[in-house]
């Protein structure tokens, strides 16, 4: 049986702490995922960190 090397972490907005995406992570990663994408609640390309 094969394991399961993804895990899914959900991208916050900095500005207005909405949780926005969710995004496939290897396990084997350690570091925090840091992205700009866009936020529909602020409307803009803000940077969103990944939250558990």
Same mark, same amino acid.
């Given at each position: 049986?094969? #394991?399961? &090397?993804?895990?899914?972490?959900? @991208? *916050? %907005? &900095? !500005? %207005? +702490?909405?949780?926005?995406?969710?995004? #496939?992570?290897?396990?084997?990663?350690? *570091? +925090? @995922? !840091? @992205?700009?994408?866009? %936020?529909?609640? %602020? #409307? +803009? /390309?803000t940077? /969103?960190? !990944?939250? #558990?």
């Amino acid at each position: 049986m094969a #394991k399961n &090397t993804k895990n899914f972490v959900s @991208l *916050e %907005c &900095t !500005e %207005c +702490k909405s949780r926005n995406y969710v995004v #496939k992570k290897s396990k084997g990663q350690k *570091e +925090k @995922l !840091e @992205l700009k994408k866009y %936020c529909p609640k %602020c #409307k +803009k /390309h803000t940077v /969103h960190k !990944e939250v #558990k």
